[in-house]
């Protein structure tokens, strides 16, 4: 798999700078996303959730996950994925789901139906429910859903036509202009006043989100009073998948089979492009850490993680046979937890697939040599000991450290890292012994 970007990712995180150089063992960049890409491989856990086809999934404050599971009889669940795969049901629908979204504070769930019905259901920290029905007055089926993070504002679309509605009277604010083709996606800027929960529309009155939506021929961006777009952009005749603003709305992500896009948020200009060389791997779905600095991009064949250091890595099916890498097939949507350390993907079959994101920042030299000595030895499908592996390295150790550290050699790793990495040599002499 190849990608290429016409400029360096590192203006898009904060322009931060690389930090692999001038180690006398350090690996260079390319190992270090393998070394990644393989943690992430051996620390992956998955999930079939009951009802039907997995559209939207959130995650909560504590890390909790979320799935939106949509049937084709109109029936809407929610779903604690795990050993029990808790559900409940979210009633109000009658024909089949065609678009969910959860809102940024993942205190609702917004559904759109084959019948044209718009659906907001309220989810509290007892995983009850409320809902009330809107009428979308759209002809015909709902392709895309989103809601504003501070819960004031809903949007829909049906063909080319696209739908502001105000969440507590239910009324129609503003109906966008400009597409020609289906609008296949919709995103809203966020409000920098938003507090994270549940606000009702007493609070924020005065701001005005700014709406990304994408079809088969364009990206449009609306203020939600304005019915003409402010900008847009011109695509490449596939739709666009997925959509969503950066942090500080300075930037909007697209995303497309082909293409993942960077635009500056108010001209749509794009700032760097992705590009897939494999027909294999179409893009699908993308998310952002909540500080912007992790951007995840789930493809048909591939799984995405761009860091701020502009360090890509991707992890396909077959590139660790010993780790048993897990990819959901037809992926849908993906989604980051608060903490930036996990990531999850849903797909259209069911399947829900959690990944833990090392941090590789908090290893300092000698760790992440170790750490890709133990990579050497996963791709020579050999079984290694990552205390062997540390002892032969005692050398490389300050003197007045070493007998610390020939003690203890897995001391020096972090806690999390440490349960990782632990997990990655066991899964992978497991699977050589058979």
Known sequence: MKIISYVSLCVLFLHAQLIYSASP??????????ARAALIAANVQWYRVPHG?????????????????GSGKGKLYCVLPGRENTAWE?????????????????????SGSESATL???????????????????????????????????????????VLIHLYDNHKVYQILTGHDAPVSSIAFSKNPSAKGFWNGSSNNQTYEPLIASGSTSHILVH???????????????NPITSLLFAGDNQ???SVSPRFVIL?????????????????????VSAALSCDGLLLTVAGTSCLHVIDKQSMHTHIAADDFPTLGTYLVDHPIACAIDTSGTIMAVCSSSGIVARYHIPNLEQLDDLQMYMLCKAIEAIEQEEPFSFVEIALSCADKVAPQDRETFISDPLGWFNVRTLDMIRTLEHVHNASLRG
């Open 53 to 69: 086809s997995a559209y939207a999934l959130t995650f909560t404050d504590d890390g909790e996950l979320i799935v939106a599971v």
């Open 251 to 253: 930037t909007i992500v």
């Open 25 to 34: 063992f350090m690996s260079e960049p390319s190992r270090v996303c393998k």
């Open 90 to 110: 979210l009633k109000g629908h009658m024909r089949q789901i065609a678009s969910l979204a959860f809102s940024d504070d993942h205190t609702t769930l917004v």
């Open 263 to 283: 635009h500056d948020a108010l001209s749509l200009k794009p700032r760097y492009t992705l590009y897939s060389y494999n027909p294999d791997d179409n893009f």
């Open 119 to 161: 659906l907001a259901h309220r989810i509290d920290q007892e995983k009850k429910h409320r809902h009330f029905l809107g009428h979308a007055l759209h002809g015909t089926r709902i392709n895309c859903v989103a809601l504003s993070d501070d819960n004031r504002y809903v949007a829909s679309a049906s063909d080319e036509q």
């Open 223 to 237: 203020r939600a009073r304005e019915q003409t777009p402010r900008a847009a952009f011109e695509t490449d005749g």
